[in-house]
């Protein structure tokens, strides 16, 4: 439930009332062809606008090109506001609307079958899910959230106002900041993938003795691996996002702010700067180190350093403008071999047993 009156004390800074009701109440957030008058609805284009206005949601939200006309469109009991950037908009606005909370504490503050080891430490007002197990030393900050069957190992940490989804696994001595949320069946500080092999070739482990620190407002999606170090820690930096389905291997070191989307691989012992950002079913390898401020193009690979800032594509990586080119090459390479094919029979080269013509 949001009031528009909440919208222009909390948030003016971002929004601008254009007109009508500012006692409207909303209860539900719709696309345009779903609202009605309790609706609270975002609008970027003039289609969207004229369904709206037929619609006569409790509160309008539009971008700004729209400002003008939709101060007069729009029925007068309809509050209205324009934002510059629809995506911020949503950012600040859609979680009033969030249940997220309310379903973790359906349960209660601790649900009878969560088992917690008698040496763990619960926070106020944390919410404990069904048959959830928290180990020995294991610290549960303030106001978090702990899903059904989810497992917080021994001597792990959670920091306050962080949501762990239900089976989520956080190994021992790992560490999870603040504001972080943690989809389901993620694993954070599973063993690495490290082995030495004997001389008959039979694999022996390596132990994995460190964990993984996890900075504040990180989000990991669903069914991400992440390992621990071997003896120091794999980071995950704060302010970064990863997207579903991704690994990071041990003793890597995520920069703050990076967005890795899914199906994002790598390998051990990397570095990858601030800001980082990728597209789907990239690949990094082990043992590089990547600048700050770089852009992957989907299904891209890094086999070495990248040293400076910029856009990148491809395999092997080439700056995003020559890998393009490269891209458009790729797919004329049949007609250029047939092409090449003419002028090697015209050249009389295309016989190898051919003496090669005296220069």
Same mark, same amino acid.
């Given at each position: ?18 007109? =009508? ?6 209860? $539900?957030?719709?696309? @345009? +062809?779903?609202? &009605? ?6 609008? *970027? ?18 971008? %700004? ?10 029925? $007068? ?22 249940? /997220?909370?309310?379903?973790? $504490? ?52 959670? =920091? ?10 956080? *190994?021992?001595?790992? $560490?999870?900041?603040?504001?972080? #949320? ?6 954070? *500080? ?19 003795? =460190?964990?993984?620190?996890? *900075? ?32 990071? %291997? ?5 920069? #703050? ?5 899914? &199906? ?33 193009? =989907? ?9 400076? +800032? ?8 080439? @700056? ?10 790729? &797919? ?15 050249? /009389? ?11």
């Amino acid at each position: 439930m949001l009031a528009a009156q909440t919208i222009q004390k909390d948030h003016a800074a971002v929004f601008t009332w254009l007109s =009508g009701d500012l006692q409207r109440v909303a209860t $539900e957030c719709r696309v @345009p +062809p779903a609202a &009605g008058p309790d609706s609270l609805v975002f609008v *970027g284009d003039q289609a969207q606008l004229e369904c709206v206005r037929q619609r006569k949601p409790a509160i309008v939200i539009v971008q %700004a090109k729209l400002a003008t006309h939709a101060a007069t469109a729009l029925d $007068e009991k309809s509050c209205c506001f324009s934002v510059c950037n629809i995506s911020m908009g949503m950012a600040l606005i859609l979680k009033h609307f969030d249940q /997220k909370r309310a379903r973790f $504490e359906q349960w209660g503050a601790r649900h009878p079958t969560a088992i917690v080891h008698a040496q763990a430490t619960l926070g106020q007002g944390a919410c404990l899910g069904p048959y959830c197990v928290i180990g020995a030393g294991a610290r549960i900050g303030d106001g978090c959230l702990i899903g059904s069957h989810a497992v917080i190992d021994n001597g792990a940490r959670i =920091g306050a106002a962080s949501v762990i989804h239900p089976h989520v696994f956080i *190994g021992a001595g790992c $560490e999870v900041g603040e504001r972080c #949320e943690i989809h389901p069946h993620t694993s954070i *500080g599973g063993d690495g993938f490290g082995y030495a092999v004997d001389p008959d070739g039979k694999p022996r482990k390596i132990s994995h003795l =460190g964990n993984v620190l996890i *900075g504040d407002d990180v989000e990991i999606g669903s069914n991400c691996a992440i390992d621990r170090a071997t003896l120091t820690s794999t980071h995950i930096r704060s302010g970064v996002k990863i997207d579903n389905l991704c690994h990071i %291997a041990h003793n890597c070191d995520l920069g #703050e702010n990076g967005f890795y989307t899914a &199906g994002f691989m790598m390998g051990g012992s990397t570095t990858i700067g601030r800001q980082f950002s990728t597209g789907g079913n990239s690949v990094v390898t082990g043992h590089v180190t990547i600048a700050d401020n770089v852009s992957l193009s =989907g299904r891209s690979s890094v086999t070495n350093d990248v040293t400076a +800032p910029g856009h990148y594509a491809g395999y092997p990586l080439q @700056p995003l403008k020559e890998a393009m080119k490269t891209a458009v090459s790729i &797919g004329q390479l049949n007609k250029i071999r047939k092409n090449l094919q003419r002028v090697m029979k015209h050249l /009389k080269l295309d016989d190898e047993s051919a003496d090669p013509p005296v220069p």
